[in-house]
């Protein structure tokens, strides 16, 4: 029986994960479903993250929902997700489904939200497709902490969720600097070390989005997704859109000790870090 693999990318939001979902997707006997994001675990284990919740879709959909089910036709995503959140033990043995065809080897979820997962639902998910033969390997992608929080402020003012007379810059400060309201994407470092406590460092895929699109990251992630390579298969990021506009002057040092943590757990394990992360020379002037 043919080696069977299931990946789950734990996000981090902003940092690739479109493009990463498109590239495995486009691989010879794969099948990612047909949702960008599955959004099942953390809607349905996070409180942080209920907002992902669906609502329950009228009648006559659920009922198309189960023929399409029962006959193996491809569902409408919504609803599947919505099906899967109502109980999350429908979720390994659905992927499983997928993979038990003859033609499927590799399947997965990229998922950023799941950045926020516990450790036990990590397992959880681990022992569930374990049982089933299917080995689960992950993949994390971060981004500059500050280069990341400036794009989510960006993507947070284009989708209408900031008070319009509130500037870029003081709203970076009132949601990022020490003593902010954060979002629900826990640290890095908070998300790695759950990883580790779940996964051998050989089921675990861990890069920099500064150099993800690079031909050496595209060839290492393919032989680690094992799946033909295609390193020049980068280009530009998929899903990139929006305002690319560099921090104003200062405002990465003041927002800088609420990710001082994450710069030195992610330095200590990159190195290239270092070179590759525009705020990490702040990690020298503390």
Not at 59 to 64: K, M
Not at 115 to 123: I, K, N, V
Not at 208 to 220: M, Q
Request: proline share 9%; charged share 25%.
């Amino acid at each position: 029986m043919p080696h069977k693999t299931f990946i789950l990318c734990t996000g981090a939001s902003k940092s690739g994960t479109t493009w990463i979902r498109t590239y495995l997707g486009n691989a010879p006997r794969t099948d990612m479903g047909p949702l960008g994001e599955m959004q099942v675990w953390d809607a349905a284990t996070e409180p942080g993250k209920a907002h992902f919740l669906m609502p329950t879709p009228p009648a006559w959909r659920r009922a198309e929902f189960t023929v399409h089910r029962l006959l193996g036709l491809r569902p409408r995503g919504k609803v599947l997700r919505w099906w899967l959140q109502q109980d999350p033990s429908r979720y390994v043995p659905w992927f499983a489904g997928r993979l038990a065809r003859p033609n499927t080897r590799l399947s997965g979820d990229v998922t950023p939200g799941y950045a926020a997962l516990s450790t036990e639902t990590l397992r959880r998910i681990d022992d569930g497709f374990a049982s089933r033969g299917i080995t689960v390997k992950t993949i994390f992608t971060m981004r500059d902490p500050i280069e990341r929080a400036w794009s989510l402020l960006k993507m947070y003012r284009r989708k209408s969720k900031l008070d319009d007379s509130l500037p870029d810059a003081e709203a970076f400060l009132r949601i990022f600097a020490p003593g902010g309201t954060g979002t629900t994407d826990p640290d890095y470092h908070v998300t790695l070390a759950r990883l580790d406590e779940v996964f051998p460092p050989h089921r675990q895929f861990v890069t920099l989005y500064e150099s993800l699109f690079t031909p050496a990251t595209i060839t290492a992630l393919s032989a680690f997704a094992r799946i033909p390579d295609r390193p020049d298969a980068g280009g530009a990021p998929v899903n990139a859109a929006g305002d690319r506009s560099a921090l104003p002057e200062g405002l990465a040092e003041q927002v800088f000790p609420s990710f001082a943590k994450d710069y030195e757990t992610v330095v200590a394990r990159l190195p290239e870090a270092v070179e590759l992360w525009p705020h990490a020379h702040l990690l020298t002037t503390r």
